[in-house]
């Protein structure tokens, strides 16, 4: 069993195992970092959203919280000026390639950028940065799931809960801006082998991936 050690985030003494990730023990105790690709079960996180900084004592730069595991004494600062303008800078990226439709949105009210946005006073619609729009088509051709590729935030939930469905449908295609998440063979979901289970809605943290109506 991992020796419990003590740590402060935002001036709160914290007590958890050691080795614990920072990010999960953090919102475990009510403290809310931003996050759209840490998952628990990951050992080695990809850390690809760049929301999660915090500071650190003895650090000169802010880290991701899902990459740091907890020691005995860690000092932690959820929000400093530092950090606020990278979270800033990587939400404002972050929403120039999304779709924002909240409206008509199935995840409208239930959205973690809206979470986001409202934990840390954001704005969803970019102010410096031009939206740049894909008009990717929707694909709604599965039984009961529909696939909006413009409102991916590229978090990789929906690849892991496929994975781990058994079905591994679902994966990465591209690089950079034309990232996407896609289907074996880049074929249509109805034309995959694509179950209709469901795992990867539950987890999709925004409103790409939704059951239909
Ligand atoms: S995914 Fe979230 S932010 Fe984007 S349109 Fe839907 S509700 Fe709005
Ligand atoms: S479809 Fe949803 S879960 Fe999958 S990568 Fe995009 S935002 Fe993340
Ligand atoms: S949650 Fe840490 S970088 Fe995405």
Redesign the pocket.
Known sequence: MAAIVNLTIDDRQIRAAQGEVLLWVALDNDIYIPHLCAYREEAHPAASCRLCFVEVEGRPTPVPACTLPVTEGLLVKTRSPQVDGLVAAGFELLMSN?????KN?S??GN?E??RIAKARKLP?KPKNLSVLDKYLPVDDSAATIVYDPN?CVLCGQCVRACRHSGNGILGFARRGYSRVVTTFGNVPLGESNCTNCGECVKVCP???LAEKQ
């Not at 999304?98 to 909240?102: F, T």
């Open positions: 999304h779709r924002l439709d909240c949105c995840a409208n959205c950028l809206q969803l409102k925004v409103g790409a």
